[in-house]
Nanobody
Framework: QVQLVESGGGLVQPGGSLRLSCAAS????????MGWYRQAPGKQRDLVAT???????NYADSVKGRFTISRDNAKNTVYLQMNSLKPEDTAVYYC???????WGIGRRDYWGQGTQVTVSS
C-alpha cells in the first residue's frame, strides 16, 4: 500500500507565503519524478511544478519566480514553497509521484488526497 500525504494548505492573504509538504510511504523501491498540480473550481487539473530525482525542476509559467519545488530523498518528501501568493493561486493542490514498485510490478503513478490553498483578504 502506497500513500502520499500532503500538509501545509490553508488560508493566506495576498502576498503571503505557504509551504506544502508531501510524504510518500508504503512499499516501493524508488521514486522518480515528484510534483505538484492544482485544480481550481470548475477547471482542469494543471501542472504547477515537477522535480526529478536528481533535483531538476520545471515550473508552470504562472508560478515561475514565486514558487520553489524541492525534495528530500532521504525522507521521500517533496515540498512546494509558495511566495507572493495571488488570489488566482486559490485551488486544491495535489501531490504526484512516479514510483517503482517491488516484486516486478513496475512503475505506477500516485496522487495525494489534495490540500486546499485559499488566497484571500
Amino acid at each position: 500500500q502506497v500513500q502520499l500525504v500532503e500538509s501545509g494548505g490553508g488560508l493566506v492573504q495576498p502576498g503571503g507565503s505557504l509551504r506544502l509538504s508531501c510524504a510518500a510511504s508504503g512499499s516501493f523501491r524508488s521514486i522518480y519524478d515528484m510534483g505538484w498540480y492544482r485544480q481550481a473550481p470548475g477547471k482542469q487539473r494543471d501542472l504547477v511544478a515537477t522535480i526529478t530525482s536528481d533535483g531538476s525542476a520545471n515550473y508552470a509559467d504562472s508560478v515561475k519566480g514565486r514558487f520553489t519545488i524541492s525534495r528530500d530523498n532521504a525522507k521521500n518528501t517533496v515540498y512546494l514553497q509558495m511566495n507572493s501568493l495571488k488570489p488566482e493561486d486559490t485551488a486544491v493542490y495535489y501531490c504526484n509521484a512516479d514510483l517503482m514498485l517491488p516484486w516486478g510490478i513496475g512503475r505506477r503513478d500516485y496522487w495525494g488526497q489534495g490540500t486546499q490553498v485559499t488566497v484571500s483578504s
